[in-house]
């Protein structure tokens, strides 16, 4: 089993910055790629951005490219997301997710808890 543990949210006002972390403990050698999604009040669940551990090769969805960037700390086994120019429409529980698969699928094996991330205009 992998566990997942994300810090970092918070309240911010539009144009500030964040940064999220998620720690990964467990069976960690079996994960492959990790990454971020988020949940808005009354929304589905979106992919946000990722990260594959051979190569750190990252992807993100379109609304976050250029403001956000996801990295990685393999000695501390957890991986960030810096969050620049923040919206309010970024406004989300923001869930940490790992995968046993090379990249990271619609629907990863493990999650962590969310952490809230609230952005005032």
């Known amino acids: 089993q992998v566990q997942l543990v994300e810090s970092g949210g918070g309240l911010v006002q539009a144009g500030g910055s964040l940064r999220l972390s998620c720690a990964a403990s467990?069976?960690?050698?079996?994960?492959?790629?990790m990454g971020w999604f988020r949940q808005a009040p009354g929304k589905e669940r979106e992919f946000v951005a990722r990260?594959?551990?051979?190569?750190?090769?990252?992807h993100y969805t379109d609304s976050v490219k250029g403001r956000f960037t996801i990295s990685r700390d393999n000695a501390k086994n957890t991986v960030y997301l810096q969050m620049n120019s923040l919206k309010p429409e970024d406004t989300a529980i923001y869930y940490c997710?790992?995968?046993?698969?090379?990249?990271?699928?619609?629907?990863?094996?493990?999650w962590g808890q969310g952490t809230q991330v609230t952005v005032s205009s």
């Open positions: 990260i594959r551990r051979g190569d750190s090769s990252t």
């Open positions: 467990g069976s960690i050698f079996s994960i492959n790629a």
């Open positions: 997710a790992a995968s046993r698969q090379p990249i990271l699928p619609a629907r990863p094996e493990y």
